[in-house]
């Protein structure tokens, strides 16, 4: 069992930085596959970013190419998402996921990851 638990949210105005942490449990994401989604109010779930460790492999959803950076730290079992130049439609709920698959395997899609944290708001002002 793997427990996810986001952290680093809360309010910037556009143009300004936030780095979103999540700490895991269970087992270290060294092994599984690690994402970030984000849910903003009136639309559905929206794929972000997603990685494995080892590979040094990141996948990026465009809309936040260039502006957004996931990474991790193995030895605290934490993985972050690094999230700069912040527009107001950045503004949603952003969760972190793991999934279990092995080998060189990076879903893009909500239903391919089988752990879920929280979530922690994110709101970009004007």
């Known amino acids: 069992q793997v427990q996810l638990v986001e952290s680093g949210g809360g309010l910037v105005q556009a143009g300004g930085s936030l780095r979103l942490s999540c700490a895991a449990s269970?087992?270290?994401?060294?092994?599984?596959?690690m994402g970030w989604f984000r849910q903003a109010p009136g639309k559905g779930q929206e794929f972000v970013a997603t990685?494995?460790?080892?590979?040094?492999?990141?996948y990026y959803a465009d809309s936040v190419k260039g502006r957004f950076t996931i990474s991790g730290d193995g030895t605290k079992n934490t993985i972050y998402l690094q999230m700069n130049n912040l527009k107001p439609e950045d503004t949603a709920v952003y969760y972190c996921a793991a999934h279990r698959s092995s080998g060189t395997y990076y879903p893009k899609t909500g239903d391919e990851y089988d752990y879920w944290g929280q979530g922690t708001q994110v709101t970009v002002s004007s």
């Open positions: 990685t494995r460790w080892r590979s040094g492999l990141s």
């Open positions: 269970g087992r270290t994401f060294s092994t599984y596959g």
